[in-house]
C-alpha cells in the first residue's frame, strides 16, 4: 500500500529488493483474494521488475523486464565483509580477503576460487602470512557462492539498465526467485547493486551542485529484512548505514521492514522519520520502536494492544501526532478501486467509451 502511493503520488522512484517475490508481478493473500495483484499489474508502464532467476519467473509465468547478472569481477571486498555472519567467515578470513583483492586485483575471487588444491593456495598462504588452515577454510566457505548461478564470467551490464530504470523514473522490483529463502544470496545481491547505486547518486548529487535540474530523482531504497544490514555490529561498514546517517543529503533515503527491530543499530533507528508498526509483543522490540518518542509509555500501551492484523500505530515526522490506523483491505475488485486502479475489464470499457466520444458509435 506505502509503495502504491508513492507510485501514484511520484514522490519518489522506488528500488525494491523483494526477497519473497512479493511486489512485482503477483503475491499471496491470506483473505479470500489468493493471489492479489502486484506493482507490474498495477502500474505496468511505471514500474520494471528485475530477477536474478530468470526460470523461476518462468515457471511462474512473470514476463520480466531485466535478468541480473553479476560478474566474479565485478565482487568487491566490501560485498563479502557483508557476509561474514551467513558464510561464517573468521575475522583473519575478512581480513584476507582484503589482501587478496590487493594484490590480485579484479580477479581475485575467480583465482582464488579456481585454486582448489592445497598447494596451489601455498603460495598465497605465504603472501598473506596467513596460516594454511585459514586460507582453506574461506577457500571453503566462498565456494558455497559457486550456487548462485546469477554470478557469471566477465561483466554484466545489469547495472548499468538498472541505473537507466532509476535515473529514467522507473520504479524497480528485483526479485529473487529460488534464491528467495537464502539469506546470502539476498545480502550479496543488494548489497552489491545498493553500493553502486549510492555511488551514482552521490555523483550525480555532487555534479548539479547549483543546478537542481540535473539533480538525481529521489530514491527509496526498500529493504526486508533490515537488521541484517543494520545491526549495531555491521551498521557502521555498510552501505546502508551510511544511506541511514546521510538523512537524504544524496536524494536517497531507506524504507526498511523488519520484524524485530531490536535488531537493528540504536543510531539507524534514531534516523527513522516516519514509523508504521504492528503489533508487537517483545519489550526488546518495543522499547528499541518507540526509543526517543514524545508520549513513550503511552505508546506501549497503544503499540501491545492492537489489532493483530487490522491495525498500525504510525507516528514520526510526516504525521502531527501518533495515530492508530486500520489498514485497509488489499486484493479485492473493490479495494483496487478504491485505491482508484481500475480493473482491466473497466480499463476497456473506458477507452471504448472514450473512442466513441471521439469518432462515435
Known amino acids: 500500500l506505502l509503495l502504491i502511493g508513492l507510485l501514484q503520488k511520484g514522490g519518489a522512484v522506488n528500488l525494491v529488493f523483494d526477497m519473497h517475490n512479493e511486489y512485482g508481478w503477483e503475491g499471496t493473500s491470506e483473505g479470500p483474494a489468493g493471489k492479489v495483484k502486484g506493482l507490474k499489474q498495477l502500474f505496468s508502464s511505471k514500474v520494471a521488475v528485475f530477477t536474478v532467476d530468470q526460470e523461476s519467473a518462468v515457471r511462474r509465468g512473470v514476463n520480466v523486464d531485466e535478468v541480473v547478472r553479476i560478474g566474479w569481477d565485478e565482487i568487491e571486498p566490501q560485498d563479502i565483509e ?5 558464510l561464517n567467515l573468521t575475522e583473519a578470513g575478512v581480513g584476507a580477503v582484503y589482501a587478496m583483492a590487493r594484490q590480485r586485483g579484479r580477479r581475485w575471487l ?7 588444491a592445497p598447494g596451489e593456495r601455498a603460495d598465497l598462504t605465504t603472501a598473506l602470512g596467513e596460516h594454511e588452515a585459514t586460507i582453506a577454510a574461506l577457500h571453503r566457505r566462498l565456494g558455497r557462492l559457486r550456487d548462485f548461478h546469477f554470478l557469471t564470467e566477465g561483466r554484466s551490464d545489469a547495472l548499468q539498465r538498472l541505473l537507466n530504470a532509476l535515473e529514467g523514473g522507473r520504479h524497480v522490483v528485483l526479485e529473487f526467485g529460488r534464491y528467495s529463502n537464502n539469506l546470502t544470496a539476498y545480502l550479496l545481491v543488494a548489497n552489491f547493486l545498493t553500493r553502486r547505486v549510492h555511488q551514482r547518486w552521490v555523483r550525480r548529487t555532487e555534479e548539479a551542485l547549483g543546478d537542481r535540474a540535473q539533480e538525481p530523482p529521489q530514491l527509496v531504497i526498500t529493504l526486508e529484512e533490515a537488521h541484517r544490514f543494520l545491526s549495531p555490529a555491521i551498521a557502521p561498514r555498510t552501505i546502508f548505514g551510511t544511506i541511514a546517517r546521510e538523512m537524504r543529503k544524496y536524494h536517497a533515503t531507506l524504507l526498511i521492514i523488519d520484524q524485530r527491530p531490536s ?9 527513522l522519520g516516519t514509523k508504521l508498526c504492528y ?4 519489550d526488546a522490540d518495543i522499547d528499541a520502536v518507540l526509543a526517543g518518542a514524545a508520549g513513550r509509555s503511552d505508546l506501549k500501551t497503544v503499540l501491545a494492544n492492537l489489532d493483530a492484523k487490522q491495525q498500525v500505530l504510525a507516528f514520526g515526522d510526516a504525521l502531527p501526532m501518533p495515530v492508530v490506523v486500520r489498514v485497509r483491505e488489499y486484493g479485492s475488485p473493490q479495494s483496487y478501486r478504491e485505491l482508484g486502479i481500475e480493473s482491466e475489464e473497466e480499463h476497456k470499457a473506458r ?9 462515435g458509435a
Open 351 to 359: 477507452v471504448q467509451r472514450d473512442m466513441e466520444r471521439m469518432f
Open 82 to 86: 557483508l557476509l561474514q555472519e551467513t
Open 110 to 116: 575467480s583465482d582464488f576460487l579456481a585454486a582448489e
Open 279 to 282: 503489533r508487537l509483543d517483545d
Open 263 to 271: 535488531g537493528i543499530d540504536d543510531e539507524v533507528l534514531s534516523q
